[in-house]
């Protein structure tokens, strides 16, 4: 018999929910004949599965210790080897508290895993956890720390991680709600010289991982909304470029890059919505291999509970070394927003 306690990172959830987590190699077929069978039961009684978890609550597992370690997954080694990521590649932590943490993602790491073998931020933040005893690989069987918002691998910037169960789902909520505000800084080409908001649709094509930005709606594009501030106009190789604050209003697959390419002023750097001699240039000079896109600033409303800590809150991620290098080469600067 094995006895689980619920703790804060398991209450609020249903019993069959944590059941898939913590032998998350089970099918729901195999919860439910052994709920009906009694050999689960929570607090000393017969469960359905759909009881809410409440901190304090006992559940008895009647199975072989065999069973349950066959349907657990064990924490991947990955998850305490985050220092064999290159230096470069390694993000810096801006904040955190007891529910949230907030990363510097770099460009070149991934948000998650794209294949088995990947080391992406999500097992940085594992390993970060586990080494500092916040969690542990016990604890991993029902609770996994989770990041709340995703970045493309080559942009870099702030990414917000929930630490906790509330402090993870109260993060995913306030990205859904878009109460947060996201703001993000690039270098375009040509001269943007006022505030505008733009508005269109957004159609993925999933075969080629591109989208196309359309005027009117059509069958399965959503709607997007961006808009974008002028900081600095300059030239460079002789053509002028912007430095862009860009607010995030609806966070679509490649939204910012191929809403600013469609308006004519794609990213340095891109090599989907981009422009290849433009790119050229920029790698030859600056070895900039990728767009140049930055998750700049999250700003956070008003909050309570596991959020409290960072209620009405702002944080900025710092440029990267190259961002900085192009603005500092720039010359014939034509405008600088005070």
Not at 77 to 97: G, M, Q, S, V
């Amino acid at each position: 018999m094995r006895l689980l306690t619920v703790g804060e990172n398991e209450a609020g959830q249903r019993l069959l929910r944590l059941l898939e987590k913590y032998m998350d190699g089970a099918p729901k077929s195999f919860f439910y004949k052994m709920l009906r069978k009694k050999n689960i039961t929570l607090n000393g009684k017969r469960a359905q599965g759909n009881e809410r978890l409440e901190c304090g609550d006992e559940i008895r597992l009647f199975l072989a210790d065999e069973t349950i370690d066959g349907f657990s997954s064990a924490a991947s080694n990955t998850e305490r080897e985050k220092f064999c990521l290159p230096e470069e590649l390694r993000p810096e932590i801006l904040y955190e508290d007891r529910h949230v943490i907030l990363f510097n993602k770099p460009a070149g790491l991934l948000s998650q895993k794209a294949k088995p073998s990947d080391i992406s931020l999500v097992e940085y933040l594992t390993a970060y956890l586990l080494e500092s005893g916040q969690i542990t690989e016990k604890s991993l069987q029902s609770f996994r720390p989770g990041i709340c918002s995703r970045l493309d691998r080559n942009t870099s910037g702030l990414v917000a991680a929930g630490k906790s169960l509330r402090g993870l789902q109260d993060l995913n909520e306030l990205f859904r709600s878009r109460n947060l505000h996201k703001f993000y800084r690039s270098i375009v080409a040509g001269t943007v010289t006022e505030h505008i908001r733009a508005e269109g649709w957004l159609l993925k094509n999933k075969r080629t991982n591109q989208v196309r930005i359309l005027k009117e709606e059509t069958k399965d594009a959503l709607p997007i909304c961006t808009e974008y501030q002028p900081l600095e106009t300059f030239r460079l190789f002789g053509m002028p470029f912007t430095c862009l604050e860009i607010e995030l209003l609806t966070g679509r697959s490649h939204q910012i890059r191929a809403h600013l390419a469609s308006l004519g002023h794609p990213l340095i750097g891109d090599a989907k919505y981009g422009r290849a001699e433009i790119n050229r240039l920029f790698l030859k000079e600056f070895g900039l291999k990728h767009q140049l896109l930055h998750a700049y600033r999250l700003e956070f409303p008003k909050l309570t509970g596991a959020l409290a800590e960072v209620s009405e809150k702002s944080f900025t991620a710092p440029l990267p070394a190259r961002f900085e290098r192009i603005l500092e080469n720039s010359s014939g600067r034509l405008h600088k927003k005070s």
